[in-house]
């Protein structure tokens, strides 16, 4: 987030993460409460679409890290939601099969999301994965939000150890067509510690950067880590 709003709690009562919403879940608010300092931008935003994204952060009880979104790159704000605020929630994966709104299937992002799902011996055949960002945001809310120049975000569930020279594979599937399409497809992988970039995995690079609720971190393996972390050794 470019921005961020201080925590509506103390510090340190932001102990876990409500594992009823999970980052990139979209959530319908019935309102969002305001923040000092808060960008102009945000309470129009919010208006035009009651949305928020889940955010990797912890948080107190009865609170929901979530991103809110508004026109063009620059205007992202990271907030907090109560959860008795939360009508609905859309992860991911339900929208691949979402159709764009009227006259916006041609644009890239769309195009490619339509191959993705339609092809049952794809790349992505065998996982379960769903569009995040701008395409995400616009098959949930029916605001547009994707334009000609939009990358296609994706998430990849990935709750088992992906080898590498799979994830090459995909990858490069990936990249066959978004170079066909002329535009940028940006996946991670979602592991039982964080977000990974499908990219660096797919590198074979010794370390990867990690993605949690508790912040960035340089990890060899996250599903080895998922594990240690599960048996309690440090």
């Known amino acids: 987030m470019r921005v961020c709003a201080a925590p509506p709690f103390a510090g340190a009562h932001a102990l876990a993460c409500d594992a009823r919403w999970r980052p990139h879940d979209l959530l319908r608010l019935r309102r969002l409460p305001a923040f000092d300092d808060e960008p102009a931008w945000v309470r129009a935003a919010f208006e035009r679409a009651p949305y928020a994204v889940v955010r990797r952060a912890l948080a107190a009880e009865g609170f929901v890290a979530i991103g809110v979104r508004g026109v063009g790159r620059a ?13 609905s929630a859309v992860p991911p994966e339900a929208l691949r099969q979402t159709a764009p709104p009227a006259g916006r299937a041609a644009l890239p992002p769309f195009a490619a999301l339509a191959c993705l ?12 994965w769903g569009p995040t960002g701008s395409a995400g945001f616009e098959l949930a809310t029916r605001v547009a939000t994707v334009t000609a120049s939009s990358d296609l975000d994706l998430l990849i569930r990935t709750p088992e150890p992906l080898a590498h020279d799979l994830a090459h594979a995909l990858f490069d599937q990936l990249q066959a067509l978004a170079t066909h399409a002329g535009m940028r497809i940006d996946a991670q992988l979602e592991t039982p510690v964080g977000g990974v970039a499908l990219a660096e995995w797919a590198a074979g ?4 950067m990690v993605r949690g609720a508790r912040g960035p971190q340089l990890i060899a393996e996250p599903w080895a880590a998922a594990r240690v972390t599960r048996s309690g050794v440090v």
Request: charged share 30%; hydrophobic share 40%; no cysteine.
């Open 75 to 87: 205007q992202r704000y990271g907030a907090w939601a109560q959860a008795d605020d939360i009508e």
């Open 117 to 128: 799902r339609s092809d049952a011996a794809g790349p992505l055949a065998g996982f379960d």
């Open 205 to 208: 690079k010794a370390r990867v």
